[in-house]
C-alpha cells in the first residue's frame, strides 16, 4: 500500500489517505451496527449453548436408567406417587451437583413412564404446564433437543429440552431452563453496545482527526511555502523551509532556482557595471527594472530608481522618458537617435538613443528598454579627423586646379608672346587660345559646382523614368555602337530625390561607361527595391576593360582621371550629390572583364523627412 502510495502524485496520495481515513469510521460504524444489531442473538445463542453442557453434564450424571434406581430401592411395585418421591430424592444430589456449576439454571428430569418431573424437589404431584407437556412430546418425537425462549430475550426464560437414552431406549427427558432476567444477561448486553457505541467514536474521532490533522499539516507547510515565495520576491537571500515529502522537493527546488537567481543576478550586475553602453528596463507598467552603471551617470537619473516609474527618475526636462512613452505606448522603436543632452557639470553630450517594445511568445508587450551611448568624444575624433580628410582634400584640390590651370594659362602665354614679337596674330593662335579660354571657363564651371553645387529640389518621382530619360538620350548620340539591356524593377516607389542632380549622375556614369568601352560592348542598366533596407538601387555595368584594383580608392577623388584630357571633377561630382541625397554609390570593377557602377536612393517612409 505504502509503495502504491508513493508511485502517485501528492495530490493524489492526499486523496487517498483523506479517503482511507474518512472511509474506516465508516466501515467501522456499519460493522458495529452490524454486531450490535446481532448481539443478542450471539448471547442468546450463548446461553443456549450454556445450558446444553449442563444437559450433557447432567445426563452424564446418571450412570444407569430411573429403573435402575427404582429396582435399586426395591420399589419395582410401588406406586406412581412412591416412585416419583424415590426418585426426586435419589437425583436431588446430582441435580444439585451439577446446578452448582450454573447458577440461576433450573434443570431435572422428565421421566417418560412415569410422565412426570423428577427435579430433587419434595413436590410429588404433576408439577408442569400443558406448554411444557407439548414441548416435552416435541422433543421426544424429533428426538432432538428443543430450545424454547418464553418472552423478550432480555427478560424472558429460556428452555431446553433433550432425549436422553439409556441401553438404548428412550428413557425420557433432560431439560434445564433459565430466568434471564435473573441473570446479567442484559447488562452484558448493554454494555457490550456501550463499549461498540464507544468503539464507533473513537474510530469516527481517528478518522476525522486524522483528516484534519493531514489538512492542517498540509496547509501549514503550503503557507510556509507561500510566505517564503513572497519573501523571495524582496529578498532573493531568503531560504523556504525544509518540509517532508513533495512539498520538500518543491522547497528544495525553489532554493536551488533562487540561488540560481542570485547568481545570475551577480552575472548581470558584473555585466552591465562593465559595459560602456547604458541600458534601462522597465515594465508594461513603466517601473524601472534594470539601470546600469553607464545609464544612470549618463543620463542623471536618481540612485533610488528601483520600482519607481520611469517619469521619476529621469531630470527635468530630459527627452528620454519621452522617448520610452512612445516606444511603450504606441510600441514604437527608435534606431539610432542623436540627441544633445546638457547635464549640469558635463557640458553637452551627443547621446545615441536608440529604443525598442519588449515582446513575449504572446506578441504582447510587457515593457520597453532604451539603450544609449555617450558618441560625444567620438564626434569631436570624427569632427578632427574629416577637418583633416577636407585639409587633405583641400591641397589636392588646390593642386589639381593648379595644374589644370597652367596647362591652357601656358598656351595662352606663348602665343601672346609670340604676338609681341611678330605684332601679328595668326587665324591658328587665335583658335588656340579660345579653345583654351574654353577649357578654363568649362574647368572653373564644375570647380564651382563641386565646391557649392545647386540647391537640390527635393520631391518625388519615378525612378525608372528617369533612366529611360537618361537612356534615350545617349542611345540617340553614343549607343548605336553599344548593346542596351534594361532590367527595369516593377511597382517601385517613388524616389525622394532631385530629378536634375540625379540625372547628371546617371549622365556622367553612364559617360565612363561608354569611353571604357572603345570597341563597343553591352551596357546594362537594372532597378530594384530592397523594402528590407528600404532603398532603391540603379545598377550600371558595362563590358569595358575595367578599373586597376589601386585606383578604385581614388576613383571619386575630385581631378583624378585616367583618360589624357579627362578633368576628374565627374564621378567628384556624382559622389557629391549622391551623398546630398542621403544615399550611397559603389563600385565592383575587374580589369578585363568590365565595371559596376551601384547607386542607392532612400525612399522615405511615413512620418520620415520627405514623407
Not at 587665335?430 to 540647391?455: D, G, M, S, W
Not at 549622375?505 to 559617360?511: D, Q, R
Request: net charge neutral; charged share 20%; hydrophobic share 40%.
Amino acid at each position: 500500500m505504502f509503495r502504491m502510495l508513493r508511485s502517485h502524485t501528492l495530490g493524489n496520495q492526499l486523496l487517498i489517505l483523506i479517503a482511507i481515513l474518512l472511509l474506516f469510521p465508516v466501515l467501522l460504524t456499519l460493522y458495529m451496527l452490524h454486531v450490535i444489531q446481532n448481539s443478542e442473538l450471539a448471547l442468546v445463542e450463548y446461553q443456549k449453548a450454556k445450558l446444553g453442557r449442563a444437559l450433557d453434564e447432567l445426563d452424564h450424571s446418571l450412570q444407569g436408567s430411573l429403573n435402575d434406581i427404582l429396582a435399586g430401592k426395591q420399589a419395582s411395585g410401588a406406586t406412581r406417587a412412591e416412585k416419583i418421591r424415590i426418585l426426586n430424592e435419589a437425583l436431588k444430589d446430582k441435580i444439585e451437583q451439577v446446578s452448582a456449576s450454573y447458577p440461576q439454571v433450573e434443570m431435572g428430569f422428565y421421566s417418560l413412564e412415569l410422565d412426570a418431573i423428577l427435579d430433587g424437589s419434595e413436590n410429588y404431584e404433576e408439577n408442569f404446564s400443558k406448554r411444557r407437556k407439548a414441548l416435552f412430546q416435541e422433543a421426544l418425537s424429533r428426538q432432538q433437543t428443543v430450545v424454547q425462549t418464553i418472552g423478550h430475550t432480555s427478560a424472558g426464560v429460556l428452555e431446553t429440552y433433550k432425549p436422553f437414552y439409556r441401553n438404548g431406549r428412550l428413557e425420557g427427558i433432560v431439560w434445564a431452563y433459565e430466568n434471564m432476567a435473573q441473570t446479567n444477561f442484559y447488562k452484558r448486553v448493554k454494555t457490550f453496545e456501550r463499549n461498540a457505541y464507544l468503539i464507533i467514536a473513537a474510530g469516527v474521532i481517528i478518522g476525522l482527526g486524522g483528516t484534519l490533522l493531514l489538512i492542517r499539516n498540509f496547509v501549514r507547510n503550503v503557507n510556509q511555502i507561500k510566505q517564503g515565495v513572497k519573501k523571495l520576491e524582496y529578498d532573493l537571500l531568503q531560504r523556504l523551509p525544509e518540509t517532508p515529502g513533495e512539498l520538500g522537493e518543491i522547497s528544495r527546488a525553489v532554493n536551488k532556482l533562487a540561488c540560481r537567481l542570485v547568481e545570475v543576478h551577480k552575472y548581470n550586475e558584473i555585466m552591465m557595471a562593465t559595459i560602456d553602453d547604458g541600458l534601462v528596463v522597465i515594465n508594461a507598467a513603466g517601473r524601472v527594472i534594470i539601470v546600469n552603471t553607464a545609464a544612470a551617470q549618463m543620463l542623471g537619473m536618481a540612485p533610488d530608481w528601483p520600482d519607481r516609474h520611469y517619469q521619476e527618475v529621469f531630470p527635468e526636462g530630459s527627452p528620454f522618458a519621452d522617448l520610452l512613452t512612445r516606444t511603450l505606448e504606441n510600441n514604437e522603436q527608435l534606431k539610432d537617435l542623436l540627441i544633445p543632452w546638457h547635464q549640469k557639470g558635463n557640458g553637452t553630450q551627443q547621446i545615441l538613443v536608440s529604443t525598442a517594445p519588449m515582446v513575449d511568445h504572446r506578441g504582447e508587450t510587457i515593457g520597453a528598454v532604451l539603450c544609449c551611448r555617450d558618441v560625444t568624444e567620438r564626434m569631436r575624433l570624427e569632427e578632427r579627423a574629416h577637418r583633416q580628410e577636407r585639409l587633405a582634400a583641400l591641397g589636392k584640390l588646390v593642386a589639381g586646379v593648379a595644374h589644370e590651370i597652367r596647362n591652357p594659362l601656358t598656351s595662352i602665354s606663348c602665343y601672346i608672346q609670340l604676338w609681341q614679337k611678330t605684332n601679328n596674330p595668326s587665324p591658328k593662335s587665335i583658335r588656340t587660345i579660345y579653345e583654351e579660354v574654353t577649357r578654363l571657363e568649362t574647368l572653373v564651371a564644375q570647380l564651382l559646382y563641386f565646391t557649392k553645387p545647386a540647391e537640390a529640389r527635393f520631391g518625388h518621382h519615378d525612378l525608372n523614368q528617369l533612366v529611360e530619360k537618361v537612356l534615350q538620350f545617349f542611345t540617340e548620340i553614343h549607343l548605336a555602337r553599344f548593346t542596351l539591356v534594361r532590367r527595369l524593377g516593377e511597382n517601385l516607389p517613388p524616389a525622394w530625390m532631385d530629378p536634375n542632380q540625379m540625372e547628371r549622375v546617371l549622365m556622367n556614369i553612364i559617360f565612363n561607361a561608354c569611353q571604357a568601352m572603345p570597341d563597343g560592348g553591352t551596357l546594362t542598366v537594372a532597378t530594384h527595391y530592397h523594402p528590407e533596407e528600404n532603398w532603391l538601387e540603379v545598377t550600371v555595368s558595362d563590358t569595358g576593360c575595367g578599373i586597376p584594383a589601386e585606383n578604385l580608392k581614388q576613383l571619386f577623388d575630385p581631378f583624378f582621371s585616367t583618360r589624357e584630357k579627362g578633368i576628374g571633377l565627374g564621378l567628384a561630382i556624382a559622389h557629391e550629390i549622391v551623398q546630398a541625397h542621403g544615399g550611397q554609390i559603389e563600385v565592383e570593377s575587374e580589369v578585363g572583364r568590365g565595371t559596376t557602377f551601384r547607386v542607392y536612393l532612400r525612399t522615405p517612409k511615413d512620418g520620415e523627412p520627405g514623407a
